[in-house]
């Protein structure tokens, strides 16, 4: 039996991966005053011709917000979402902000039904 690959190249995306990669190659060799933004959760998959020297100006680590950025992101989307102070949470340990909106739109959708 036959294990399924990751990566760039893998059988089970039928091409897809080294399609997006070649042309986000072939995109970074030809900019002129472009800007590319580009995000991996773990840039060590990231194919070679990736990381290579002077592909991207900068590598930049964000983590996870801390507590007391949770509170400011918890607190800024009840109030979006108009969700009260009293009403319960989740635990949040390994949560991003994404995260967080996303709960406080659905707590909003399952509380309209």
């Known amino acids: 039996m036959?294990?399924?690959?990751?990566?760039?190249?893998?059988?089970?995306?039928?091409?897809?991966s080294t399609r997006l990669f070649g042309n986000l190659s072939r995109g970074c060799r030809s900019r002129i005053?472009?800007?590319f933004i580009g995000t991996s959760n773990d840039i060590s998959k990231l194919p070679p011709e990736f990381t290579r020297a002077e592909r991207f100006d900068g590598v930049f680590f964000l983590d996870l917000p801390d507590r007391a950025e949770k509170e400011a992101i918890w607190s800024m989307y009840r109030a979006?979402?108009?969700?009260?102070?009293?009403?319960n949470r989740p635990d949040d340990t390994s949560w991003t902000g994404a995260e967080i909106k996303a709960c406080c739109r659905l707590a909003t959708y399952w509380t309209s039904l």
């Open 80 to 87: 979006h979402f108009e969700i009260p102070d009293g009403q």
């Open 33 to 35: 005053g472009r800007v």
């Open 2 to 16: 036959k294990r399924p690959s990751s990566g760039v190249g893998s059988q089970g995306d039928s091409g897809v």
